[in-house]
């Protein structure tokens, strides 16, 4: 009954446009959009969360489309997830993840962590192989890893000789707490 109550609550804040207001660019971080979310997710959700992710970028190399994993305990799958595009609230859903379901998401402590997603961008941009390449979208995860909460960053860049196609270069992993690269798994030759 509660789990209907609260689904009809966050569908009635969509169509008011109540806490989904649109954030600007400049506000439209992962840990913005969790702050959002938080306004109209079942509060034995709140700031429960076991991952975010995106969408690959377009445009630009912050993403518009934003996924948050709530950790919600009323929930079949005990996953809510709120979908922000452009900063705005499109879709709340419960998603059916078996396997988290039978193991037990591993929630992220997010308040504690330091490197937000335009600070983990920043910091992968210094990385000395993606100076001279022209990257054109990225694509962001975070989640609780043996080395603790970590941001991996997909990076695609244009082939060379070729501006108007773009290829998948790799993956860069940081620390969402301290902001130091743990691993960089990319292949900038493909964009060759």
Same mark, same amino acid.
């Given at each position: 009954?509660?789990?209907?109550?609260?689904?009809? !609550? $966050? !569908? !009635? &804040?969509?169509?008011?446009?109540?806490?989904?207001?649109?954030?600007? #660019?400049?506000?439209? %971080?992962?840990?913005?959009?969790?702050?959002?979310?938080?306004?109209?997710?079942?509060?034995?959700?709140?700031?429960?969360? %076991?991952?975010?992710?995106?969408?690959?970028? %377009?445009?630009?190399?912050?993403?518009?489309?934003?996924?948050?994993?709530?950790?919600?305990?009323?929930? #079949?799958? @005990?996953?809510?997830?709120?979908?922000?595009?452009?900063?705005?609230? @499109?879709?709340?859903?419960?998603?059916?993840?078996?396997?988290?379901?039978?193991?037990?998401?591993?929630?992220?402590?997010?308040?504690?962590?330091?490197?937000?997603?335009?600070? #983990?961008? $920043?910091? #992968?941009? @210094?990385?000395?192989?993606?100076?001279?390449?022209?990257?054109?979208?990225?694509?962001?995860?975070?989640?609780?890893? &043996?080395?603790?909460?970590?941001?991996?960053?997909?990076?695609?860049?244009?082939?060379?000789? @070729?501006?108007?196609?773009?290829?998948?270069?790799?993956?860069?992993?940081?620390? &969402?707490?301290?902001?130091?690269?743990?691993?960089?798994?990319?292949?900038?030759?493909?964009?060759?």
């Amino acid at each position: 009954m509660k789990s209907r109550f609260f689904s009809t !609550l $966050a !569908l !009635l &804040a969509l169509a008011l446009g109540g806490p989904g207001q649109r954030l600007s #660019a400049a506000q439209m %971080t992962a840990f913005a959009l969790v702050k959002e979310g938080d306004k109209i997710i079942p509060p034995q959700a709140k700031d429960r969360i %076991t991952q975010i992710h995106s969408e690959k970028s %377009t445009g630009s190399l912050a993403p518009d489309v934003w996924h948050i994993d709530y950790y919600d305990p009323t929930a #079949a799958f @005990k996953t809510t997830e709120v979908t922000f595009v452009a900063g705005k609230v @499109k879709e709340i859903t419960r998603p059916k993840h078996w396997f988290t379901s039978l193991t037990g998401a591993r929630q992220l402590d997010w308040k504690k962590l330091k490197i937000n997603s335009d600070h #983990a961008l $920043a910091i #992968a941009l @210094k990385e000395p192989t993606l100076k001279n390449l022209h990257l054109r979208a990225t694509q962001f995860w975070l989640e609780r890893t &043996a080395n603790g909460s970590t941001w991996k960053i997909r990076f695609w860049a244009a082939r060379l000789g @070729k501006p108007d196609q773009t290829v998948d270069i790799g993956d860069l992993h940081l620390s &969402a707490k301290t902001g130091e690269i743990l691993k960089t798994d990319l292949h900038t030759q493909s964009a060759d």
